[in-house]
């Protein structure tokens, strides 16, 4: 059976670039694009009858864009296992403990009109334009066009929880047994940050308690980044970071960026 074909469909090669996709949601990003690239993905994983990861951030097109990418991955008779809201690591790690192929919505630092996909291989292997997303870019190309065809056998689809495995598995690279009292300042930037921070330095994910107090800013998930963009790289970014390491007489600051894989550090006397 075919899914619906559009005769004007979108020009994909504009904003697929070196490693991952990365559009305008509406204009580039549409529901029947990232179906298409769902489908693709599963063909070029060769995942027809296995486990395909799913993962999103907290912008608000994520959770249907996650559903979308997860009807055209069944369609090429992918197992879709969804670990729902989460960052970009806890993807990567879910690739790694499942053995299975990832697909992790989130634009990362950019604006809030903006979405993407990161696409890994199981192990948490990344694909980049020459090692598979060229090809993926094709595929989906083709299928806007033709129709996805489904597989006599289409996928099934199940939900699993990552986070405290994630936790663990973090603080087991650590040596935490000489940690010392330490305040930290923790700005998440409303994005994928105020997830994880509690879980892994916290106890929000039922690990033990650690000895460091966190004074969190912009913890609520909101991809409208209602005080600030994701961005910590833009010094306008870590302005409210950095106050709020002197005011509290914090050891150190922590800014996250939107799908919190990339964090930016400032010390006892707010600087970067």
Known sequence: MNSASSSGAIDLAPFIKAYDVRGLVGSQLTDEVVEALGAAFADEVEAAGADVVVGHDMRDSSPEFAAAFARGAQARGANV?????????????????FNAPAAMFTASHNPATYNGIKFSRAGAQGISFDTGLRSIRDRAQEYLSTGIDAVAETGSFRSADVLA?????????????????????????NGMGGLTVPAVLG??????????????????????FPNHEANPLEPANVVDLQKAVLEHGADLGLAFDGDADRCFVVD???DA
Do not use: M, N, Q, W
């Open 81 to 97: 296992l969804s670990i729902g809201l989460c960052s970009t690591d806890e993807t990567y790690f879910a690739s790694g403990h």
């Open 165 to 189: 495995g994630y936790a663990a598995y973090l603080r087991s690279l650590v040596d935490l047994t000489g940690i010392r009292p330490i305040r930290i300042v923790v700005d998440a930037g």
């Open 203 to 224: 106890e929000a994910a039922g690990l033990a308690k650690l000895p460091i107090e966190i004074i969190p800013l912009y913890f609520d998930l909101d991809g409208t």
């Open 268 to 270: 006892e006397k707010g």
